[in-house]
C-alpha cells in the first residue's frame, strides 16, 4: 500500500464575499507588539472583519493576490 507523504499546503485564506463599493481592505497593525491583521473594514460601520495574520511579506501578498488588490491601506 503506497502512501502520499507530501501534503499539499491548503490556502490560509478563508473564503470571504469582499464589496468593494463597502468595504476597504485595510491591515491594521499593533503598536506596541508589531502585529498585523489583514481584512476588510466597512465603509459605513466602521467594522473590521478580520481575515488573516500577516506574518511576512508572502502573507500580505497572498492576501492581495487572493482578493486581487493593488494596495492595503495600514491602520495603527
Known amino acids: 500500500m503506497a502512501f502520499n ?6 490556502s ?10 463597502k468595504e476597504k481592505p485595510v491591515i491594521r497593525a499593533s503598536i506596541c507588539n508589531g502585529e498585523q491583521v489583514a481584512g476588510f473594514k466597512n465603509m459605513e ?4 472583519n478580520e481575515i488573516m495574520m500577516i506574518r511576512d511579506d508572502k502573507d500580505l501578498k497572498e492576501f492581495m493576490k487572493a482578493f486581487r488588490l493593488g494596495h492595503v491601506d495600514k491602520e495603527y
Do not use: E, M, N, R
Request: proline fraction near 10%; charge should be positive.
Open 5 to 10: 507523504l507530501i501534503k499539499k499546503k491548503s
Open 12 to 21: 490560509t485564506v478563508p473564503a470571504y464575499a469582499y464589496d468593494p463599493d
Open 45 to 48: 460601520s466602521g467594522k473590521f
